[in-house]
């Protein structure tokens, strides 16, 4: 396979190539997902961990979500960008940080999961199907296998 995006922390210790296109892509407005963001949210791409690439050694975090499943958060140590996460309930899945790709604008979100958190001021998207919490069956249950 040829790899279809590749991405990088701000610093370039951790870098990624993926051999997939972005999947389902959703932007997350857990708390979790901004207390780590910067902002309001993340936004994420689902793409098959297999297909991920990963140079250099991203530090990673581990917190049970909602659901109870243990997300793993992938980050560069040294300059702390965000690079990408897996579910240890949605095995075999990755969801690359849109932030650390180097062309954000191929992964354009589709959905919108936990605006029930959305802060007052965040412009929630209300254009893709939008979520209060997590729908039922994960992210890739809401759209066709892309
Ligand atoms: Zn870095
Ligand atoms: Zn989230």
Same mark, same amino acid.
């Given at each position: 396979?040829?790899?279809?995006?590749?991405?990088?922390?701000?610093?370039?210790?951790?870098?990624?190539?993926?051999?997939?296109?972005?999947?389902?892509?959703?932007?997350?407005?857990?708390?979790?997902?901004?207390?780590?963001?910067?902002?309001?949210?993340?936004?994420?791409?689902?793409?098959?961990?297999?297909?991920?690439?990963?140079?250099?050694?991203? %530090?990673? &975090?581990?917190?049970? +979500?909602? !659901?109870?499943?243990? $997300?793993? *958060?992938?980050?560069?140590?040294?300059?702390?960008?965000?690079?990408?996460?897996?579910?240890?309930?949605?095995?075999?899945?990755?969801?690359?940080?849109?932030?650390?790709?180097?062309?954000?604008?191929?992964?354009?979100?589709?959905? %919108?999961? &936990?605006?029930?958190? +959305?802060? !007052?001021?965040?412009? $929630?998207? *209300?254009?893709?199907?939008?979520?209060?919490?997590?729908?039922?069956?994960?992210?890739?249950?809401?759209?066709?296998?892309?």
């Amino acid at each position: 396979m040829t790899t279809a995006f590749t991405g990088r922390c701000l610093c370039g210790a951790v870098s990624y190539s993926v051999e997939a296109e972005p999947g389902v892509v959703g932007d997350c407005y857990c708390t979790d997902c901004r207390r780590t963001s910067g902002t309001s949210h993340c936004t994420h791409a689902v793409i098959p961990e297999s297909a991920l690439t990963v140079t250099g050694e991203p %530090t990673f &975090y581990e917190r049970a +979500a909602d !659901s109870g499943n243990v $997300v793993r *958060r992938g980050f560069c140590g040294r300059c702390g960008s965000a690079i990408y996460s897996t579910n240890l309930g949605m095995p075999g899945m990755a969801f690359i940080r849109v932030s650390s790709m180097d062309d954000p604008d191929r992964a354009v979100p589709q959905m %919108t999961v &936990y605006a029930s958190r +959305a802060p !007052s001021w965040a412009q $929630v998207n *209300r254009s893709y199907p939008v979520f209060e919490t997590m729908p039922q069956g994960g992210p890739e249950s809401v759209l066709p296998e892309t």
